[in-house]
């Protein structure tokens, strides 16, 4: 499921829709919901920001996330699990949206950014849920506001802010401008087609030249001791309570069948719906017993623990429980032996343990299990003389990767001086979006860089691609007829417009946050 959503959310049409959606839902909300000082944010006591002094408020924060949450959910056709969550991270995206309107609200008083009753008027018959045949209808209008527990009066105070949001951001928009230099640029990146002479060096390159002194690999071993300490390790002796041996002795009511039956309703589905409990009552009762079984015999373990856990004397709780000690040798997470296969809840508790003490109760399929650590041995990094061999063979690869950057580097340096060394050729290409450049790979900031470029011209430093360094140089560049420039000039810069403008905007909105004192209360978006 993450990989679908991070291939969609590479899609540039998806990509702006979520824009829109955002933009719009978010607008909406913030100023609908709630009003608080200077009529933005505010609401009940807590927060969720505050911003230059006012507040968002805990409900409008709530509010915009589950709904941005459920869009996602919408577009993408099934539930977000917490790990997709996280990755889109949408607390965070919420939260920002509801900032940057509040800044941008701010800054519509300063510009005296304002909409008439008309525009107001305009913008709600525009909307479709209002609307019946293609045509606006008032009756329809106060239905859904109805529905939606909403007053005429909170709408459009809602819509009038939302409005004035969208004029303050288009008026910065129509401040961009496209100029003859920028059309010609991209032109140029669009039409021309280059040739790069580059000089490659990867870490693998350069391994057979890495040379180490004792000096090093100490130094290499004191910065990377994680690398190289050992495991954990713990002897274990035990007691293993089989639950199937407490359940035989359990009985149940007929209330705790009733009980057991209707707290698990959804388990006893048929063909035509929930069987009653007259025909699946002997099923019901089994699992009840095994379920109450379970329950008493944990509890008579814990009990028996925490009575006797002081004492540190496994072998007289074994006793009480009628049950017999087992011993293991001394072991670690990666190398359980043979008898605690599979128990990582036993092994994770064991290596928590302290040497000579009692842990549990810890249930598993196999049974409830109390520990004892009788021996303990804490990672420890050994000496360089033990584990020379495998400390020079990483600080070697750690090397060499450095090394091969340096090389890079003074490759790109003698390339920059128009100097001559022996470098390769790409051929001939032109612009790729995506960044591919024939021999090289695929790296859209070094495409972009190269584009800017004229013959004999090369980047200051170099690129990496992959695992290599790639030092380059612009060795021919066939330019597009200029002419066919001063053809296509206009409409080129009536293309590019658009995001010029979404870039004026997005700068205008960083210089905003930028200048405001902005408090976010970090609990809410953090992950966990």
């Known amino acids: 499921m993450l990989d679908i959503i991070r291939r969609k959310k590479e899609s540039a049409i998806v990509k702006l829709v979520f824009i829109i959606i955002v933009l719009s839902f978010v607008g909406t909300i913030f100023l609908v919901w709630g009003k608080g000082s200077d009529g933005i944010g505010g609401g009940k006591s807590g927060y969720a920001a505050k911003v230059n002094g006012s507040k968002i408020s805990l409900e409008q924060y709530q509010n915009a996330y589950q709904r941005i949450r459920n869009m996602y959910q919408q577009i993408y056709g099934q539930s977000i699990p917490p790990e997709m969550e996280k990755v889109l991270g949408l607390k965070k995206v919420a939260l920002d949206g509801l900032i940057d309107n509040m800044l941008v609200a701010m800054?519509?008083?300063?510009?005296?950014?304002?909409?008439?009753?008309?525009?107001?008027?305009?913008?709600?018959?525009?909307?479709?849920?209002?609307?019946?045949?293609?045509?606006?209808?008032?009756?329809?209008?106060?239905?859904?506001?109805?529905?939606?527990?909403?007053?005429?009066?909170?709408?459009?105070?809602?819509?009038?802010?939302?409005?004035?949001?969208?004029?303050?951001?288009?008026?910065i928009k129509d401040k961009a401008t496209v100029t003859d230099?920028?059309?010609?640029?991209?032109?140029?990146?669009?039409?021309?087609?280059?040739?790069?002479?580059?000089?490659?060096?990867?870490?693998?390159?350069?391994?057979?030249?890495?040379?180490?002194?004792?000096?090093?690999?100490?130094?290499?071993?004191?910065k990377n001791q994680n690398e190289f300490k050992t495991e954990e390790?713990?002897?274990?002796?035990?007691?293993?309570?089989?639950?199937?041996?407490?359940?035989?002795?359990?009985?149940?009511?007929?209330?705790?069948?009733?009980?057991?039956?209707?707290?698990?309703?959804?388990?006893?589905?048929?063909?035509?719906?929930?069987?009653?409990?007259?025909?699946?009552?002997?099923?019901?009762?089994?699992?009840?017993?095994?379920?109450?079984?379970?329950?008493?015999?944990?509890?008579?373990?814990?009990?028996?623990?925490?009575?006797?856990?002081?004492?540190?004397?496994?072998?007289?709780?074994?006793?009480?429980?009628?049950?017999?000690?087992?011993?293991?040798?001394?072991?670690?997470?990666?190398?359980?032996?043979?008898?605690?296969?599979?128990?990582?809840?036993?092994?994770?508790?064991?290596?928590?343990?302290?040497?000579?003490?009692?842990?549990?109760?810890?249930?598993?399929?196999?049974?409830?299990?109390?520990?004892?650590?009788?021996?303990?041995?804490?990672?420890?990094?050994?000496?360089?003389?033990?584990?020379?061999?495998?400390?020079?063979?990483?600080?070697r690869v750690a090397k060499s990767a450095e090394l091969a950057k340096q090389k890079a580097?003074?490759?790109?340096?003698?390339?920059?001086?128009?100097?001559?060394?022996?470098t390769q050729s790409t051929g001939s290409f032109g612009y790729s979006a995506k960044g591919e450049?024939?021999?090289?790979?695929?790296?859209?900031?070094?495409?972009?860089?190269?584009?800017?470029?004229?013959v004999s011209q090369a980047p200051a430093t170099p690129f990496k691609v992959g695992n290599r360094w790639f030092a380059v140089r612009v060795k021919n560049r066939l330019e597009a007829p200029k002419a066919d420039f001063e053809k296509t000039k206009e409409e080129l810069k009536k293309s590019m417009l658009p995001k010029k403008q979404e870039e004026a905007l997005a700068a205008w909105t960083k210089g905003l946050r930028e200048k405001a004192k902005i408090e976010i209360n970090q609990a809410l978006v953090a992950e966990k």
């Not at 409830?368 to 420890?380: Q, V």
């Not at 001086?417 to 022996?422: G, N, Q, T």
């Open 181 to 222: 230099a920028d059309a010609l640029a991209q032109f140029k990146k669009n039409n021309d087609k280059i040739e790069l002479e580059y000089v490659a060096y990867s870490p693998s390159d350069v391994l057979s030249e890495v040379k180490l002194t004792e000096a090093e690999l100490k130094d290499y071993l004191t």
């Open 409 to 422: 580097e003074e490759a790109a340096k003698q390339l920059s001086a128009k100097a001559v060394i022996k």
């Open 107 to 171: 800054e519509s008083k300063t510009m005296n950014i304002k909409v008439s009753k008309e525009e107001i008027s305009a913008s709600i018959e525009a909307i479709p849920m209002f609307q019946k045949d293609g045509k606006f209808s008032f009756d329809q209008y106060q239905q859904v506001l109805k529905s939606n527990r909403m007053t005429a009066k909170d709408f459009e105070e809602g819509q009038e802010g939302e409005l004035i949001l969208k004029k303050t951001r288009q008026a």
């Open 233 to 395: 390790k713990v002897a274990l002796s035990y007691v293993l309570m089989d639950v199937a041996s407490q359940t035989a002795k359990v009985t149940v009511s007929d209330e705790e069948i009733q009980t057991y039956y209707q707290k698990n309703i959804d388990r006893w589905q048929g063909k035509d719906g929930i069987l009653p409990l007259n025909e699946v009552k002997e099923k019901v009762k089994a699992e009840a017993i095994k379920q109450k079984g379970a329950k008493q015999a944990y509890e008579l373990a814990a009990d028996t623990l925490f009575k006797n856990i002081k004492s540190g004397d496994l072998n007289l709780i074994a006793g009480k429980l009628g049950l017999k000690i087992q011993e293991t040798p001394i072991f670690s997470a990666s190398a359980p032996v043979a008898a605690l296969a599979g128990e990582n809840a036993v092994i994770k508790k064991a290596l928590e343990l302290k040497q000579g003490e009692l842990g549990g109760p810890v249930e598993t399929a196999k049974g409830i299990y109390i520990l004892k650590a009788k021996e303990r041995k804490a990672a420890i990094v050994p000496p360089l003389s033990e584990i020379k061999s495998a400390v020079e063979e990483k600080a």
């Open 437 to 454: 450049i024939p021999a090289i790979g695929v790296s859209p900031e070094l495409t972009d860089e190269v584009f800017k470029l004229t």
